[in-house]
T-cell receptor, first 114, second 114 residues
Framework: ETGVTQTPRHLVMGMTNKKSLKCEQH?????MYWYKQSAKKPLELMFV???????ENNSVPSRFSPECPNSSHLFLHLHTLQPEDSALYLC?????????????FGEGSRLTVL | AQSVTQPDIHITVSEGASLELRCNYS??????LFWYVQSPGQGLQLLLK??????LVQGIKGFEAEFKRSQSSFNLRKPSVHWSDAAEYFC????????????FGPGTRLSVLP
């Protein structure tokens, strides 16, 4: 496989469930990101792991919990979500420290919270 | 703070017609500049990028963009649109090569008439 792979592509969960989104990058990059894409809103950066350091985003509710066990894998753990959390969650990776390391995106995980 | 505006929410063009999508940014210096495209149900794909040098940048799928410092603009153009170009287009800027500083515009949806 190449590029950035996200699973599952679609997820439906109740407000009391616990689930996780998974992202894997095969590009040898050293930074990974979670973005939230909601209808009629710009892309929102949720979390960044860059050079093995997590960059906090204080505006993200604690019901979202990221995990980055190594430079190739990134998870987003979800618990007690709200219906307004329904969105497309995009994972991306990049090479930081080099000149102009653009973001490479996965195809996204479409989350629906009932 | 950095910001990106895309004045056109939705544009419709006929197949074979020329296309220009507008992007304006606000930043104290010259940022890194990007255009991404997102087809329905997919992640974002990089079309082109600019960081220095020639202000006219060529990208994939026949797209080009021109950086105009005096207008803080980075408009995307294509001389002849194909039906497969129907998608959402995002302009983005970054002040450095550390991904947490990417800022995306709200996007422009392109429809193509046969």
């Amino acid at each position: 496989e190449t590029g950035v792979t996200q699973t599952p592509r679609h997820l439906v969960m109740g407000m009391t469930n616990k689930k996780s989104l998974k992202c894997e990058q095969h590009l040898g990059h050293n930074a990974m990101y979670w973005y939230k894409q909601s209808a009629k809103k710009p892309l929102e950066l949720m979390f960044v792991y860059s050079l093995e350091e997590r960059v906090e985003n204080n505006s993200v509710p604690s019901r979202f919990s990221p995990e980055c066990p190594n430079s190739s894998h990134l998870f987003l753990h979800l618990h007690t979500l709200q219906p307004e959390d329904s969105a497309l969650y995009l994972c991306a990776s990049s090479q930081v420290g080099r000149e102009l390391g653009e973001l490479f995106f996965g195809e996204g995980s479409r989350l629906t919270v009932l | 703070a950095q910001s990106v505006t895309q004045p056109d929410i939705h544009i419709t063009v006929s197949e074979g017609a020329s296309l220009e999508l507008r992007c304006n940014y606000s930043y104290g210096a010259t940022p890194y500049l990007f255009w991404y495209v997102q087809s329905p149900g997919q992640g974002l794909q990089l079309l082109l990028k600019y960081f220095s040098g020639d202000t006219l940048v060529q990208g994939i799928k026949g797209f080009e963009a021109e950086f105009k410092r005096s207008q803080s603009s980075f408009n995307l153009r294509k001389p002849s649109v194909h039906w497969s170009d129907a998608a959402e287009y995002f302009c983005a800027i970054a002040k450095d090569n550390y991904g947490q500083n990417f800022v995306f515009g709200p996007g422009t949806r392109l429809s193509v008439l046969p």
